[in-house]
Structures are given as C-alpha cells and as structure tokens.
C-alpha cells in the first residue's frame, strides 16, 4: 500500500503572540518577523498541486495556486499598513479638528475606533500567516502623521477631505480583493471543490471593513469635505499618495 502523500503547508495552529505593547506596534510581533516555517496543518497557504483531500462526504477544498498565495500575502501587507496609516492619520487630525468643532469628537472617535479594531484584525493576520510586514513602516509612520496634522491644521474641511479621498482609494482596493476572492469562490465551484475555511472567513471579513470604510467616506462628505480649499489639488494628492503607497507596500 502506498503511503499517503505529505503535504507541506504553513502552520496557521501556532498561537499568534500578543505582547503587551502599544496597538500601532503590535504587528511587529516576533511570529511575524521570524523565518516562516512549514509544516503538514493546513492554512490557505498550501502549496499541494491538487485539491486537500477532506473526510467523506465533503467537498475537496480548493488549493492556491503561487501567484494566488503571492496576491493573498500582498494584500495582507497593504491592509496591515494601510489601517495602521489611518489610526495615525485620525490621532493627529482629531485635536485639530476638535478644539474648533468639539461637536465632531464622538465622529471622529467613532472612525477612529473602527479603524483601530481593522488593524487589529490585520495585525492578527498578518502573524498568523506569518506574512512579511512591509519594510515601508518608518516612512508611512511619519507620512501619515504629517498628512493627519497638516489636514487637520487647515481645517475640518480639509480633514474631511483627506478621510473622502484615502477611503475612495482603500475602497476600491478593498473591493478588488473581494472580487478576487469570489473569482476563486466561483472556480473552486466549478471543480467541484470549496474554500479553505481560512479564505472563507477572510471574505466576509474583507468586505465587513470595506463598508466600514465606505462609511467614512459618507461622513466625511456629509460634513463638507467637497468644501476644502484647494479641493481638487487636495484630493488628487491624497489619492496619488494613496495608490503609490499601496503599490509599494505590495512589493516592499
């Protein structure tokens, strides 16, 4: 009788590390900076050539292939950096924004908060899978801080048209790894197979901080975004920063 064939696959059983360090600090944990390591426990990280046999009666789970995996593991590097990016873009805009317009403190806390809880989410992630945090770290830090303070300096409008214009971008980014995900969800069906469980708590975890996202988006316009002064320049600036960021943080 032959012996059943080993997969190698990245061990996602491994308890994720959580010291007790500030939250922007935590996803430098030591499980996500340490050599990955590989092992038979499954993750959406296999790297078998075919489908993950399942116990009887269930469907043969759908196997990435390595462009797929190298996506996956990119857009957990751009989602980490970019919700750490928001924390501190909303920590330096809010005193600005606050001392002048006190009634805008539960919104802006609000935002905050929820952007909190998505890094923590990615930060979880991130270890998890053991995914390479971008090297880019010490550059958005200060980029984001400068972009919160500056906006938050020339007033809410201007705040508010920082937050319209990195939501548009972290929107649509969100959106096209939702899409992604589906175009696996609708191949897998095709072959008769289904998601790892990994993946398919991953999409509905994707699109849950995509609205929330959205969401700030229609705050910020709500609260006249469209007024700041210079509006356009302002805008198109923010966005090109945006997507030069996440190119970068892809690879970096």
């Avoid at 600005?96 to 989410?121: A, F, I």
């Avoid at 069906?189 to 699109?207: A, H, I, N, V, W």
Wanted: hydrophobic content about 35%; overall charge neutral.
């Amino acid at each position: 009788m032959m012996k059943p064939l080993l997969v190698l696959r990245r061990c996602s059983s491994l308890p994720c590390p959580r010291p007790a360090a500030p939250l922007l600090l935590d996803f430098l944990a030591p499980s996500a900076l340490r050599h990955r390591q590989y092992h038979t426990t499954p993750s959406y990280q296999s790297t078998s050539p075919a489908a993950q046999p399942t116990s009887e009666g269930s469907k043969p789970k759908y196997v990435l292939n390595k462009q797929q995996r190298e996506f996956l593991d990119s857009a957990l590097r751009v989602n980490q950096a970019g919700e750490l990016a928001a924390t501190l873009i909303y920590t330096a805009q809010t005193p600005q924004v606050v001392r002048s317009h006190p009634h805008l403190r539960p919104l802006m806390k609000h935002m905050y908060d929820q952007e909190k809880g998505h890094l923590t989410t990615f930060n979880h992630m991130i270890a998890k899978h053991r995914v390479r945090p971008t090297a880019m770290y010490p550059v958005w830090e200060v980029a984001a801080t400068f972009l919160g303070w500056s906006t938050g300096v020339m007033g809410r409008e201007a705040a508010m048209a920082c937050t319209e214009a990195v939501e548009t971008e972290i929107g649509s980014h969100y959106n096209d790894q939702v899409r992604e995900i589906l175009s696996w969800e609708a191949d897998a069906k095709s072959r008769g197979e289904e998601l790892d469980d990994e993946l398919k708590e991953m999409l509905p975890t994707f699109r849950r901080i995509r609205d929330e996202e959205l969401e700030h988006l229609d705050h910020a316009v709500e609260n006249d975004s469209k007024e700041a002064q210079p509006y356009d320049p302002l805008v198109n600036v923010i966005r090109l920063g945006c997507r030069a960021a996440i190119k970068i943080s892809e690879r970096v």
